[in-house]
Nanobody
């Protein structure tokens, strides 16, 4: 089992940037795909981005392409989400998750462990 702790959320104006971090514990981090999801108030949890174990293969939801970048550091057991040009619709709780697959994964059902989430609020 992998334990995940997110940090880096906060309040930012539209157009600004935030960098989310996710610290992982457990021996399987380097062999698991990692992902970020978000949940807006009153809505379902949606996929944002994922990265494979190679640290190169990535997938993004269309609404964040060109603005968000997911990365990982296997030696530090960290995964990051750099968010630029933030929009009010990016507001939500952001969750880090891990999936027992080599490649990046979009489906929430593929993920086995989740963090508690960090709040991101983008004001207009």
């Amino acid at each position: 089992q992998v334990q995940l702790v997110e940090s880096g959320g906060g309040l930012v104006q539209a157009g600004g940037s935030l960098r989310l971090s996710c610290a992982a514990s457990g021996r399987t981090f380097s062999i698991n795909a990692m992902g970020w999801f978000r949940q807006a108030p009153g809505k379902e949890r949606d996929f944002v981005a994922s990265i494979g174990i190679d640290g190169v293969t990535t997938v993004y939801t269309d609404s964040v392409k060109g603005r968000f970048t997911i990365s990982r550091d296997n030696a530090k057991k960290m995964v990051y989400l750099q968010m630029n040009s933030l929009k009010t619709e990016d507001t939500g709780v952001y969750f880090c998750a891990t999936a027992p697959f080599r490649g990046a994964q979009r489906a929430a059902g593929k993920y086995s462990d989740w963090g508690q989430g960090t709040q991101v609020t983008v004001s207009s």
